[in-house]
């Protein structure tokens, strides 16, 4: 019966496609970028929120003009700076708690000494727009100002720090210098560079997106608008929106990767879960949008990691109960994260529930059977097959084989007997 009901689930989740597109062929008579429009909306809001409403305001308007300013105001009111800049955690607006914020999230996600921002704001000259440390003002030397203008990135060694300067760009512009500072004998790993080169340019372009929202503000406000005015309009946003996306998943695979590092992991652990749970949805043949959000899930599943003391990793001696407590409550704070960061919102119940159990003996609500969101038990079960191949530092590492009796053996117990199944028909 339970499996039967899980079946019935599947079933759910494989229909579970967008229906929007169906509804908008009409638009092609019309204006053929009308088309491409309500595609690229699919790529950009959540399933959740398009709706009949929604498609409504896309391909039923009658007047062109009303027709483009709805599909304006729908994409300001979704890329709005709530949404755009809240990518390391701030809520506030004042810009120097904006960039303090994100100086002290980056120096505590990789373990820096200190992190500083300089910005250029309208071309005028670099200032100090936040810091890890508790300073208003901050001299602007002249490896800052050779890092902003050359577009590099500056490397300096003195007898006790490396410090790394790092250009805020993207593929059009750059507007400021990220300045970090680690102990001498402590280089930044290559997966942390990547990260904060990531994170820049992720944030130069959401910065842009509110230039470009605010232009857009003000042209909406006028009586008179011609209609090629609001399309080109449409066309800016939309392509660097496109840009913003691409970012985004670059920033999700590199994050992963810096948790891998951070873990002290020897492979790539967390790309390797990722990888399998996009093989099991696909055997399971759920929707793409459910694939993409399980795929992202797993890649961002020990994301709280990021926020520990690498120390905890590194340290041979037997934990205390404080670190153990702090290290096993690891996916709560890697779901206060991802919260902050809006566009993997709709990952958090698959991380936050990803250490549930089939027979309900898990944490943190110790949810039984279906209870558990499916992409969890995917997630779970994925997680479980690759630690057990992988060579850890008590054990070596299990042949597929072995792999999968321990896993069968635990079925209905630990794992979902349907997920089982997908596993063991490509494993």
């Known amino acids: 019966m339970e499996n039967a009901k899980n079946r019935e689930e599947l079933d759910i989740l494989k229909d579970g496609g967008v229906s929007l597109f169906s509804r908008s062929l009409d638009l092609m008579n019309d204006d053929p970028l009308e088309e491409i429009f309500a595609l690229n909306l699919g790529d950009f809001l959540c ?4 709706n009949d409403e929604l498609a409504g305001k896309i391909s ?7 027709g483009l300013k709805a599909q304006l105001r ?12 809240s990518l390391l955690g701030f809520k506030e607006h004042e810009d120097y708690i904006i960039y303090d914020s994100i100086a002290r999230a980056i120096k505590l996600m990789l373990s820096l000494d200190e992190c500083s921002i300089y910005l250029s704001q309208k071309k005028q000259p670099l200032k100090l727009a936040g810091t890890s440390k508790n300073i208003l003002k901050g001299r602007v030397n002249k490896n800052i100002k050779e890092c902003f203008e050359k577009e590099e990135i500056i490397t300096i060694k003195n007898k006790t720090k490396i410090i790394q300067i790092f250009p805020m760009k993207n593929n059009f512009e750059c507007i400021g210098s990220i300045e970090v500072k680690r ?7 290559e997966e942390y560079v990547d990260l904060l080169k990531i994170t820049a340019g992720l944030f130069v372009t959401s910065l842009g997106i509110q230039k470009l929202i605010d232009e ?22 939309t392509a660097i929106i496109g840009d913003l996306q691409d970012q985004q998943q670059a920033f999700v695979e590199t994050m992963a990767r810096a948790v891998d590092v951070k873990s002290r992991y020897k492979s790539s652990h967390s790309k390797s879960v990722a990888e399998l749970a996009k093989e099991l949805c696909h055997q399971l043949q759920l929707n793409e949008k459910t694939t993409d959000l399980i795929y992202y899930a797993a890649l961002l599943q020990n994301i709280g990691k990021i926020t520990l003391n690498e120390q905890l990793f590194t ?8 670190e153990w407590d702090k290290l096993q409550e690891h996916p709560n704070a890697g779901v206060s994260l991802l919260m902050n960061i809006n566009f993997l919102s709709e990952v958090v119940p698959y991380v936050y529930y990803q250490k549930e159990r089939y027979d309900g003996s898990g944490k943190p609500e110790g949810l ?60």
């Open 183 to 189: 102990p001498l004998n402590k280089p930044l790993e």
């Open 74 to 85: 729908e994409l300001i009111s979704i890329y709005s700076i709530d949404s755009t800049l």
């Open 216 to 237: 857009v503000k003000r042209v909406l406000a006028n009586e008179v608008i011609s209609t090629s005015e609001l399309q080109n309009l449409r066309a800016q946003l």
């Open 368 to 427: 039984k059977g279906m209870s558990i969101p499916f992409g969890s038990r995917i997630i779970a079960l994925a997680d479980a097959y690759c630690a057990l191949i992988e060579d850890r530092s008590h054990r070596k590492a299990k042949t597929n084989k072995e792999a999968l009796e321990i896993l069968k053996n635990e079925c209905n117990t630990k794992w979902d007997p349907v997920v089982y199944e997908a596993l063991s028909k490509i494993r």
């Open 47 to 50: 399933e959740s929120l398009i």
């Open 315 to 322: 340290k041979k001696d037997k934990l205390s109960k404080e």
């Open 60 to 66: 039923n308007k009658k007047d062109k003009v009303e």
